[in-house]
């Protein structure tokens, strides 16, 4: 349940999908599945790009409002950077599926907690951008996400990141923020009451954690940046460790 | 809807041919299932079952709700399975296709209908209060004999589960978290499984198991029979498709009861395994506030 | 200049170094799969593989693996015949994306009278003449400058089986053992059994044998090389034990 457990991915879990990844973090367990570029349906098919379909299934129950908006926000920042003008009227289609949220032991589960949807985002994002590589979806740049929550201990207002699900409920305000390889802002979401200041904290905390430098020696060997920021993992150097495994194992005959 | 490739001639008259001469294309026997694997989550009611390329989860959930008002000393049980296109692309949310409307009525009548779950046990305050436990199958990857598969993972997800403790107290339910007390068991009776046998050739006189899906697109009919370690039948359905001489169909039930044994004896050694695991520092049995009761 | 080649783990939108790129004033860089260009002068990789820098053939390319073709000009492929149109046939390439078109006279010495009469459902073996973003993918099944079918038109009898583009790609290179890595259809022959193979460019490959056993034998040694890894040591003890499981 602590938000300081390393992060795991394994790449190609479902043999017939085209990428597939599954990836857990922070208690959270997520499989998503990449098919594409397909031929879209006539109502989806545009004629210069491709569509992104994203759906995120939940563990228990059917989607409801919570996975539609999920559904679209992703869809949106995933649009950005998938080159779908590669595939006009074709079809990107992407399957979330939730498998395990971290469990609260003090309060009875479907208890519907008002934020719940942020902290799962980074997650979901995650899964998404390695299955996309998974899947050899030509894309723009990668991208990384974090989850920041700004809490009231006493007092002060102190900003958490990746904040447990009782921190959640006390919570001023929640943001996620999303970044690509190349820094840009990508997504940015916020629930809550906080100050146009608060907001500047919060960007440059997520933005501390999501782009940390990686420096590169005459473009093979890469230099791993040992401070942890926040006691964060990185995430960047977290995909690129697990694909650079997958394109080892895929071109060992090479 | 996207269609899905049908398979081309030369693969329909290779995998009859093939089957004629006693071979399947991934060398099993006719008899045998493909490599059998399930993982329970860390969470109480989550059961992972892979069946070579086919792989389900089912999670299993609980929460108090109002009984039906005509049947009010009965709780709620559910079974959806909602198809995606992480299974296939081949199937739309929202758009239930021949297969999962197939899908979701044999796991009713198998795991439902058969009384596998004691809903009366679900009751918690006549006609006010009683548990609603739904089970969501959700497939991840398609490769045959999803029937199978699903059942299953529904049974042993059902199986693995743990509800909430409950007391009541002049009328006052209370719920326990569970940091205050351990999750109960559900009140099961028997466990059922499904045993799909696919068919082939024009006499319809070739009978395997565990289609896989290239096998699947080619069979001209099928047989599902759902039944428990003791032989108890919960039903059989064998739904059009080429005719079976009846001879066949008794035999292959009588298979498929050595199956169904070996499926329960499986799942058994899979549950005992968990509860070791998770019992470590043996204090499993303090914490129970059950009965010993005799399951089938 | 470097005169070696060299490779390197590249995700997309990773930057690379311009002194790697290399430079000759005769001939222009040719950028292979997996990149793009941005004028005037980024080169962006888009997928995650291994950068791969030929100075000698002046190109450059990013190697990876995958399981959904896309069409290109000149890949010989296996199709599946959809259905018949009045001057074409539709041909199923990748499954659950559009049809290509084969026109009717593209077989060898086709005339309107004495064309070949396929059967929805009928595989075929052809090479891709058109494929861009906008249009479906036309096909041939005769070479257009000597008139010959050279092994292209309708498959018959055998098995097709689903494989990586890479190991599609990998099975039709020239000197597949010392550049691919892959012994297993020379150690399948080597152990006497008669076949013979297609390897579609979109990830099939068509195995042909007059005993259903060994066309078995082949597809699962194949797959498993496929869906495996597997090394040349590995593939000597998968088709032993093969061989063995099937006697």
């Given at each position: 349940?602590?938000?300081?457990?390393?992060?795991e991915?394994?790449?190609?879990v479902?043999?017939?999908?085209?990428?597939?990844?599954k990836?857990?973090?922070a208690?959270?367990?997520i499989t998503?599945?990449?098919?594409?570029?397909?031929?879209?349906?006539?109502?989806?098919?545009?004629p210069?790009?491709a569509?992104?379909?994203?759906i995120?299934r939940?563990?228990?129950g059917?989607?409801?409002?919570?996975?539609?908006?999920?559904?679209?926000?992703?869809?949106?920042?995933?649009?950005?950077?998938?080159l779908?003008?590669?595939?006009?009227?074709g079809?990107?289609q992407i399957v979330?599926?939730?498998?395990e949220?971290?469990?609260?032991d003090?309060?009875?589960?479907?208890?519907?907690?008002?934020s719940?949807?942020?902290p799962?985002?980074?997650?979901?994002f995650?899964t998404?951008?390695?299955?996309l590589?998974?899947?050899?979806?030509?894309?723009r740049?990668t991208?990384?996400?974090?989850?920041v929550?700004i809490v009231?201990?006493?007092e002060?207002k102190k900003?958490v990141?990746d904040?447990?699900?009782?921190?959640?409920?006390?919570?001023?305000?929640?943001?996620?923020?999303?970044?690509?390889?190349h820094d840009?802002?990508?997504?940015?979401?916020?629930?809550?009451?906080?100050?146009?200041q608060?907001?500047d904290?919060?960007y440059e905390?997520a933005?501390?954690?999501?782009?940390?430098?990686q420096?590169?020696?005459?473009?093979?060997e890469?230099?791993l940046?040992?401070?942890?920021?926040?006691g964060?993992?990185d995430?960047r150097?977290?995909?690129r460790?697990?694909?650079?495994?997958k394109?080892?194992?895929?071109?060992?005959w090479? | 809807?996207p269609?899905?490739?049908?398979?081309?001639?030369?693969e329909?008259t290779?995998?009859?041919?093939a089957?004629?001469e006693?071979?399947?294309l991934d060398g099993?026997?006719f008899?045998?299932?493909?490599?059998?694997?399930?993982?329970f989550?860390?969470?109480?009611?989550?059961?992972?079952?892979?069946?070579?390329?086919?792989k389900v989860?089912?999670?299993?959930?609980?929460e108090?709700?109002?009984p039906y008002?005509?049947?009010?000393?009965?709780?709620v049980?559910q079974?959806s399975?909602e198809?995606?296109?992480?299974?296939?692309p081949?199937?739309e949310v929202?758009?239930?296709t021949?297969t999962?409307?197939l899908?979701?009525?044999?796991?009713?009548k198998?795991?439902?209908?058969?009384g596998?779950?004691?809903?009366?046990s679900?009751?918690?305050?006549a006609?006010?209060?009683c548990w609603?436990?739904?089970?969501?199958?959700?497939?991840?990857s398609?490769?045959?004999?999803?029937?199978?598969?699903?059942?299953?993972?529904?049974v042993?997800?059902?199986?693995?589960?743990?509800?909430?403790d409950?007391?009541?107290?002049?009328?006052?339910?209370?719920v326990?978290t569970?940091a205050?007390r351990?999750?109960v068991?559900?009140?099961w009776l028997h466990?059922?499984f499904?045993?799909?046998w696919?068919v082939?050739?024009?006499?319809?006189?070739i009978?395997?198991?565990?289609?896989?899906?290239a096998?699947?697109?080619?069979r001209?009919?099928?047989?599902t029979?759902?039944l428990?370690?003791?032989?108890?039948i919960?039903?059989?359905a064998?739904?059009?498709?080429?005719?079976?001489e009846?001879?066949?169909?008794?035999?292959?039930?009588g298979i498929?009861?050595?199956?169904?044994?070996e499926?329960?004896s499986?799942l058994?050694?899979?549950?005992?395994e968990d509860?070791?695991?998770?019992?470590?520092?043996?204090?499993?049995?303090?914490?129970?506030a059950?009965?010993?009761?005799v399951?089938g | 200049m470097e005169?070696?080649?060299?490779?390197f783990v590249?995700?997309?939108?990773?930057?690379?170094?311009?002194?790697i790129?290399?430079?000759?004033?005769?001939k222009?860089?040719?950028?292979?799969?997996?990149?793009r260009?941005?004028?005037?002068s980024?080169?962006?990789?888009?997928?995650s593989g291994?950068?791969?820098?030929?100075?000698?053939?002046?190109?450059?390319?990013?190697?990876?693996?995958s399981?959904?073709?896309?069409p290109?000009?000149?890949?010989?492929?296996?199709g599946?015949?959809?259905?018949?149109?009045?001057?074409?046939?539709?041909?199923?390439?990748s499954?659950?994306?559009?049809?290509?078109?084969?026109?009717?006279?593209?077989?060898?010495s086709?005339t309107?009278?004495?064309r070949?009469q396929l059967?929805?459902?009928?595989?075929?073996y052809?090479?891709v003449?058109l494929?861009n973003?906008?249009m479906?993918?036309e096909l041939?099944?005769?070479?257009?400058?000597?008139g010959?079918?050279?092994?292209?038109?309708?498959?018959?009898?055998?098995?097709?089986?689903?494989?990586?583009?890479g190991?599609?790609?990998?099975l039709?290179?020239?000197?597949?053992?010392?550049?691919?890595g892959?012994?297993?259809?020379?150690?399948l022959g080597?152990?006497?059994?008669?076949?013979?193979?297609?390897?579609?460019?979109?990830?099939?490959?068509?195995?042909?044998?007059d005993?259903?056993?060994?066309v078995?034998?082949?597809?699962r040694?194949?797959?498993?090389?496929d869906?495996?890894?597997?090394?040349?040591?590995?593939q000597?003890?998968?088709?032993?034990?093969l061989?063995?499981?099937?006697?």
């Open positions: 349940m602590t938000a300081n457990t390393a992060p991915a394994a790449l190609g479902l043999p017939k999908a085209d990428g597939s990844a990836y857990s973090h208690g959270y367990t998503a599945s990449v098919n594409g570029p397909l031929e879209a349906q006539r109502k989806d098919e545009h210069n790009e569509h992104v379909d994203v995120v939940p563990a228990a059917v989607g409801a409002t919570r996975e539609r908006h999920l559904e679209s926000v992703l869809q949106s920042s995933l649009s950005q950077i998938i779908v003008k590669n595939f006009p009227r079809l990107i979330l599926q939730i498998e949220t971290p469990e609260n003090y309060v009875n589960t479907k208890l519907v907690q008002a719940v949807n942020f799962i985002m980074p997650a979901l995650q998404c951008i390695l299955a590589l998974s899947a050899a979806v030509p894309m740049a991208a990384t996400a974090s989850v929550a009231l201990e006493g002060k900003t990141v904040p447990t699900p009782k921190q959640l409920q006390t919570a001023q305000s929640v943001h996620v923020l999303a970044f690509t390889s840009e802002l990508l997504l940015a979401e916020s629930e809550g009451d906080f100050t146009v608060e907001w904290e919060i905390t933005k501390g954690i999501c782009c940390r430098p420096t590169r020696k005459s473009g093979a890469m230099v940046d040992e401070a942890d920021v926040a964060q993992a995430m150097q977290f995909i460790s697990t694909m650079e495994g394109v080892a194992a895929d071109l060992h090479k | 809807m269609r899905e490739a049908e398979p081309s001639l030369n329909k290779f995998v009859l041919q089957l004629q006693k071979l399947r099993r026997e008899d045998q299932y493909r490599p059998l694997e399930l993982t989550g860390e969470e109480y009611g989550v059961a992972e079952v892979s069946l070579g390329k086919t989860l089912a999670k299993a959930s609980a108090v709700t109002v008002p005509d049947r009010p000393l009965d709780g049980f079974i399975t198809l995606s296109p992480m299974a296939s081949a199937f929202n758009r239930p021949e999962e409307v899908l979701s009525r044999l796991l009713e198998t795991v439902r209908r058969s596998a779950l004691d809903t009366e679900l009751c918690l305050v006609g006010q209060k609603s436990v739904r089970v969501d199958v959700h497939v991840l398609h490769d045959g004999n999803l029937i199978d598969a699903c059942c299953f993972a529904v042993a997800a059902l199986r693995h589960f743990k509800k909430a409950t007391s009541i107290e002049g009328g006052v339910l209370t326990y569970p205050e351990e999750p068991p559900l009140g466990s059922p499904c045993v799909t696919s082939f050739g024009e006499e319809g006189d009978a395997i198991l565990d289609a896989t899906r096998e699947e697109q080619v001209v009919g099928s047989c029979i759902s428990n370690r003791h032989g108890e919960c039903q059989i064998k739904l059009g498709g080429t005719a079976v009846a001879i066949a169909l008794l035999n292959c039930t498929a009861l050595t199956k169904a044994k499926l329960s499986y058994d050694g899979k549950l005992a509860a070791k695991r998770r019992d470590k520092s043996g204090r499993a049995e303090l914490l129970t059950e009965n010993d009761r399951t | 005169t070696q080649s060299q490779s590249v995700l997309p939108g990773d930057a690379i170094d311009p002194s790129i290399p430079t000759t004033k005769t222009p860089l040719r950028l292979g799969p997996g990149l260009h941005i004028p005037p980024e080169i962006v990789p888009t997928v291994k950068l791969i820098v030929d100075p000698r053939k002046n190109s450059m390319w990013v190697e990876y693996n399981h959904r073709y896309i290109s000009q000149n890949d010989l492929i296996i599946q015949i959809a259905r018949n149109a009045a001057d074409f046939y539709y041909v199923n390439i499954p659950y994306n559009s049809n290509a078109t084969l026109p009717h006279l593209s077989f060898e086709a309107k009278k004495t070949p059967a929805p459902g009928q595989l075929i052809a090479r003449t494929a973003k906008h479906d993918a041939e099944c005769v070479s257009s400058t000597t010959k079918a050279e092994g292209l038109g309708p498959i018959t009898g055998g098995m097709v089986f689903d494989i990586s583009l190991f599609a790609r990998r039709l290179m020239a000197k597949s053992k010392d550049e691919g892959l012994q297993v259809l020379e150690l080597e152990e006497g059994l008669a076949f013979e193979t297609a390897v579609g460019r979109n990830g099939k490959v068509w195995v042909g044998s005993s259903p056993k060994i078995i034998i082949v597809g040694a194949l797959k498993e090389t869906e495996g890894d597997l090394g040349v040591d590995a000597k003890k998968l088709v032993k034990r061989m063995r499981d099937m006697r």
